[in-house]
């Protein structure tokens, strides 16, 4: 399980009992939710969005949700030579003879390929650097640390490294910045919110990543093979660091991408619910908290999705954060109430108090246990069924002007 959300305090903090009462009845209403802005369940709140806003940098965005929070995000690459770590923890460059690099071409499709060469299988996890600045926290506190780390595992870990025959599988991001056995492309990630978050920042800050590294372009390689990397110096040239496919887009409309970065949604249950992108009324009363990373499978989807079979979605991640409803105080009961004013205890529990069992209905009561196995498969199905919830966000950020 994951850290508990860092802001959850200042979440709570100014919720009574019998507000936090209320807004856990109506999001666990029976039939639907009933959600404090009127959103349905999956629905997300109303966000702008706009690539390449920044210059100087090989890929970036901007998006802002309609609370008010924004996000920028600028990617920045740098050619870097590649240093191969021995079994004995001897470091050497990669495609010395005594490191076996005459070895690593046999697959004989030579550097050029994305996902292949060098750094063992497809690239490093150490070749992408991820930060992120959160107004009125430090950089090493828990929360940015956190939500960095765990954006940068699902970067670095979809697609298992890539490779010349899934070219990338899931849209792995290590094998994409392979430029030959003697170098690659190290990819720098820099996340700004520009306001103090008002929820849970990670949808926000996710989907703003997610969009600048579709617009991240590296100059053309005009080098071949092992020869140091030699690049055209027209950016008009420049090539996307995740590829599109004229052949999959449809007549006039822009060439669709055919790998993609992968995307990391913020999910709770409240009840039997379960509610998507929730705002900082629905976390402070969530019985459980998920952050869900997914990526696309096009190697397996090609065919199916075109039959209308399943959705391309892949499940890369699935993690619990401890919600900040088990940090809220029981609320009292209405006869140690009535004792405080002077009435009797036991004329107000007669008269007004419900009982059910030990647990006296209309007060707050803290969260406590676990979380269901049928809650967390129900999230994942809902997340990547066809025409389901990663799809929307998905189609959503595709329809974004890049380029």
């Not at 050619?79 to 003879?97: A, C, P, S």
């Not at 497809?122 to 950089?139: A, F, H, K, Q, T």
Request: hydrophobic share 35%; charged share 25%; glycine share 14%.
């Amino acid at each position: 399980m994951a850290p508990a959300l860092a802001s959850s305090t200042s979440q709570i903090s100014h919720f009574s009992p019998a507000e936090l009462s209320y807004l856990h009845t109506s999001l666990a209403h029976p039939h639907h939710p009933i959600r404090p802005d009127g959103r349905a369940a999956t629905q997300f709140r109303p966000l702008t969005a706009e690539a390449d806003i920044l210059p100087n940098t090989n890929g970036s965005a901007r998006i802002g949700f309609a609370d008010g929070t924004q996000a920028i995000v600028g990617v920045k690459a740098e050619v870097e030579r590649t240093v191969k770590v021995g079994i004995l923890g001897g470091r050497g460059l990669e495609g010395e003879e005594e490191d076996g690099g005459e070895e690593g071409d046999e697959d004989g499709d030579g550097g050029r390929r994305r996902g292949g060469g060098g750094g063992g299988a497809g690239g490093e996890s150490s070749w992408v650097e991820m930060s992120i600045e959160v107004p009125g926290l430090r950089d090493d506190d828990a929360l940015p640390v956190f939500l960095a780390e765990m954006m940068r595992e699902a970067l670095v870990g979809s697609g298992s490294g890539g490779g010349q025959d899934d070219g990338g599988m899931l849209g792995g991001l290590k094998g994409r910045l392979v430029i030959n056995q003697g170098w690659h492309w190290r990819i720098y990630i820099d996340i700004l919110l520009l306001s103090p978050p008002l929820s849970y920042p990670l949808p926000l800050l996710s989907l703003t990543t997610h969009l600048a590294l579709l617009s991240t372009k590296l100059p053309r390689l005009v080098s071949k093979d092992e020869e140091d990397p030699m690049f055209n110096d027209d950016w008009a040239a420049a090539e996307y660091l995740y590829p599109r496919t004229e052949t999959l887009s449809k007549a006039g409309m822009p060439p669709r991408q055919t790998f993609r970065p992968p995307v990391t949604l913020l999910v709770i249950s409240v009840g039997d619910n379960i509610i998507f992108d929730p705002s900082r009324e629905e976390i402070a009363v969530a019985d459980a908290v998920f952050c869900v990373s997914i990526g696309r499978d096009e190697k397996t989807s090609k065919d199916e999705q075109d039959a209308g079979e399943s959705s391309n979605l892949k499940l890369l991640a699935i993690r619990a954060v401890d919600p900040p409803s088990r940090l809220t105080n029981s609320g009292l009961s209405n006869s140690e109430n009535a004792t405080n004013i002077g009435i009797s205890a036991g004329e107000e529990a007669g008269s007004q108090q419900l009982t059910t069992g030990n647990v006296t209905q209309g007060v707050w009561k803290p969260r406590q246990g676990g979380v269901k196995r049928g809650v967390i498969s129900r999230i994942v199905k809902m997340i990547l069924q066809k025409g389901g919830v990663g799809e929307e966000v998905m189609a959503g950020l595709e329809g974004v002007e890049v380029g």
